[in-house]
């Protein structure tokens, strides 16, 4: 069963073209990075992966459900991490949890031991009695992406999910999510204009201007520097 | 290419438990019984949504305090001044000749639900708000479940701060039966959802809120104003015909009406009419301002 298969997706934000014809797919277990610069098209496709609205053309499937056909089964398979914050800081990362969990069906001891496993995951354990408030940057990210885990989805999907953090914070992120589609199998989309987020058995679309510019491993598409390689797709078309 | 960090660093201790829920088992779950499942996860989100905005109203306790504040402002010095200058005939609901503070309570009722309801509704397209609206709307449960859950919470906390307004009103001498009190709640409870389900319609077509000061004057306060709330509809008359028929069609005067005969454990029937059908109509336009392949579309995320 495939993680998330993109078909054909066209959007326009009233005369503007926002996505053209972007087709990809991420196969279980895949850490996929979507790099592109600021108004690619990537915060547009993650509206539409997660049925904030609907495409005027083409087709998503996540875990095997066509989001158009089942939504709220699809939906049930996802994780998001947004770029705005979803924590409420008047509430303990606890509660927090638990608000998310309900969201999704889960409540009572099946919803407690599940926020404490993710924090477990994410080495946040001892803070869960803690008002979201008392975090700093990284720690609310983190919580975010326990958050997104709460309800075991199979694909997940992160929007710039490292935008204000330090380097050190970066690095722990970005590394924890390789990891939870390398150990756990989840299907990963972390969309980024961070060249050194990504690692070369990455796979990787390039979107630009609502086009997929290059599909493929990063290493593959990189070459020596993805960086200098970046520059050059982008430029060229631009 | 990439700094190599120290794995162990982030997640010392191994996860004891891991998948306590899987996705897949509640798709086989859903399926087996597909409407008591879905009806469950339904209920569990909305009690999560009930509990989710006491716990924040118990939190700003200065939300509380503000709330009373302005009607209060009112009923105590507005309606002093204006004692004198207004002189009121019996109309129903009223037998005998009223203070002007009897007849503006039901008003400043009106007004604690029209501000809370705006509050509450347009708090989803506030810029801090909006992480939490796509975590609503991207639960897996239908989207005019969720705005229902959302309403009916906000519309719950208007209620509590309309009584909390009511009791320290009876302290100040402006007392009503118990039965009054008791055949308000329902007439209170309406006009509450009336006024959100109108704050979400607003929400899903402004495309974001800078503050909220635009709102009150060109929604609170023409609203507010052109009711029944302040003055009645006969004295509206007197002063222009015009104004009073602007009233006379403002849902609005007919949440007033409706909680004011209700205070008095009489019934309002056009009232409760038009306020039933305007919730009908606001709550439609709402759910079709929020489809997603509408509403949200036409503002650029």
Redesign the interface.
């Known amino acids: 069963m495939s993680g998330l298969v993109i078909e054909s997706i066209t959007h326009m ?1 009233g005369a503007k073209q926002a996505l053209e014809d972007v087709s990809f797919s991420v196969a279980r277990g895949e850490f996929c990075a979507l790099l592109g610069p600021n108004g690619a098209g990537k ?2 496709l993650f ?1 539409l992966m ?5 495409p005027r053309a083409g087709a998503i499937s996540i ?1 095997g459900h066509d989001l158009a056909r089942e ?3 699809a ?4 994780g ?1 991490v ?1 770029q ?5 800081l ?2 303990t990362v606890r ?1 927090n949890l ?3 969990a ?6 009572g001891r ?1 919803a407690e ?2 926020v ?2 993710v924090l ?4 946040m ?1 001892e803070r869960s009695g803690e008002r979201a408030e008392a975090l700093n940057g990284g720690h609310r990210r983190r919580m975010e992406i326990a958050r997104a885990l709460m ?4 694909v997940l999907l992160l929007d710039e999910p490292t935008v204000g953090l330090d380097a ?1 914070a970066r ?2 992120i ?3 999510v390789h ?1 939870l589609a390398a150990d ?1 199998g989840l299907t990963v989309l972390w969309a980024t204009h961070l ?6 058995p990455d796979r990787l679309v390039i979107l630009h201007r609502g086009r997929v510019l290059a599909a493929g491993e990063a290493g593959e598409i990189g070459g020596t520097d ?1 960086s200098e390689r970046f520059i050059e797709l982008t430029g060229a078309v631009s | 290419m990439n700094a190599v960090p120290d794995r162990d660093a982030f997640a010392p201790n191994p996860p004891k438990t891991l998948n306590v829920v899987d996705a897949d088992r509640l798709d086989r779950d859903a399926q087996g019984r597909a409407a008591p499942a879905f009806f469950h996860c339904a209920i569990v989100a909305l009690s999560a949504i009930l509990q989710r905005e006491a716990l924040r109203f118990l939190g700003q306790r200065g939300r509380l305090l503000a709330a009373l504040a302005r009607p209060l402002v009112w009923l105590i010095v507005f309606a002093a001044g204006f004692r004198a200058a207004l002189g009121l005939s019996i109309t129903p609901p009223y037998q005998t000749y009223i203070t002007y503070e009897i007849y503006i309570t039901p008003g400043l009722v009106g007004m604690i639900l029209l501000f809370n309801g705006m509050q509450s509704s347009l708090s989803l397209v506030y810029d801090r708000e909006m992480g939490s609206m796509r975590l609503l709307l991207t639960a897996p449960l239908p989207r005019w479940w969720l705005l229902t859950c959302k309403l009916v919470a906000g519309s719950l906390i208007s209620v509590l701060q309309a009584y909390v307004f009511l009791a320290v009103a009876a302290a100040w001498g402006v007392r009503f039966t118990p039965g009054g009190y008791l055949a308000a709640l329902p007439a209170i409870m309406l006009g509450a959802l009336m006024v959100g389900a109108l704050g979400l319609v607003l929400s899903s077509f402004i495309r974001q809120l800078e503050n909220f000061a635009g709102v009150m004057n060109f929604v609170i306060f023409p609203v507010f104003f052109l009711s029944s709330a302040l003055y009645p509809l006969w004295k509206m008359a007197e002063a222009s015909p015009h104004l009073r028929d602007i009233c006379a069609v403002n849902p609005f005067t007919h949440a007033v009406e409706l909680i004011r005969f209700a205070l008095y454990a009489k019934l309002d029937p056009l009232g409760l009419a038009v306020t039933i059908a305007a919730l009908a109509v606001f709550g439609a336009a709402a759910i079709w301002g929020y489809d997603p392949a509408r509403g949200l579309a036409a503002r650029k995320i």
Do not use: K, N
């Open positions: 934000w915060s547009t509206g997660t049925r904030l609205f609907t875990a939504p709220h089964g939906l049930r398979h996802i998001v947004f705005q914050p979803t924590v409420d008047d509430l509660r638990l608000y998310f309900a969201l999704h069906g889960l409540f099946r031991v599940r404490m496993a477990e995951r994410l080495g354990a309800h075991c989805p199979s050190a690095v722990a970005v590394d924890h990891r756990d060249v050194d987020e990504i690692r070369p993805l």
